[in-house]
């Protein structure tokens, strides 16, 4: 499996995945305003801690 973005590509082997949840989304045809909301409200759940992104 292959993921790209822009020039980045990262392949994904299925021993690597045993362990692991991708999770993301994509905002193509958002538009600006929908675009501009959705970044609003992920940092605003990152300062008051409600999303707790673990790496």
């Known amino acids: 499996m292959t993921f790209r973005k822009c020039a980045m590509s990262r392949t994904v082997h299925g ?4 362990e692991a949840t991708i999770q993301g989304t994509a905002l ?7 675009a501009a909301d959705a970044l609003a409200a992920v940092a605003a759940g990152l300062n008051n801690g409600v999303i707790q992104p673990v790496v």
């Open 15 to 18: 021993r690597e995945l045993k």
């Open 28 to 34: 193509w045809y958002a538009t600006t305003q929908e």
